[in-house]
């Protein structure tokens, strides 16, 4: 599985910013998708990705607390595509964000893949 993301950037705090994600390959019918960012400070300390939201093949969402009620995670199927849609972004939300893909290739196992980030600024 392939995964390319876009649409990072800088905005301005309280402003939007909606990320996309490509994904292709071998995809099977069991699978999630979700967001996640490290900050710069965090991985220089060596801290792991933070997530940010998820979605499930059936289309079941869920998103972190420091980020619920701003955010938006969406899929497309027709277009292999999901998106993260962020409103009122705060200058903490800025980070590398990236694309995760899980392949379920049975009820507790799954192929996990990685995109390659793309880097949100949160600035005036």
């Known amino acids: 599985v392939q995964l390319v993301e876009s649409g990072g950037g800088v905005v301005e705090p309280g402003g939007s910013l909606r990320l996309s994600c490509v994904f292709s390959?071998?995809?099977?019918?069991?699978?999630?998708m979700g967001w996640y960012r490290q900050a710069p400070e965090k991985a220089r300390e060596l801290v792991g990705r933070?997530?940010?939201?998820?979605?499930?093949?059936?289309?079941?969402?869920s998103s972190a607390d420091s980020v619920k009620g701003r955010v938006t995670i969406s899929g497309d199927n027709a277009r292999n595509t999901m998106y993260l849609q962020m409103n009122s972004m705060k200058p903490e939300d800025a980070a590398v964000y990236y694309c995760?893909?899980?392949?379920?290739?049975?009820?507790?196992?799954?192929?996990?893949?990685w995109g390659q980030g793309t880097q949100v600024t949160v600035s005036s």
């Open positions: 390959g071998s995809i099977n019918s069991r699978y999630e």
């Open positions: 995760n893909f899980r392949n379920f290739v049975n009820t507790w196992q799954y192929a996990e893949y």
């Open positions: 933070e997530l940010v939201a998820t979605i499930t093949s059936g289309g079941i969402t």
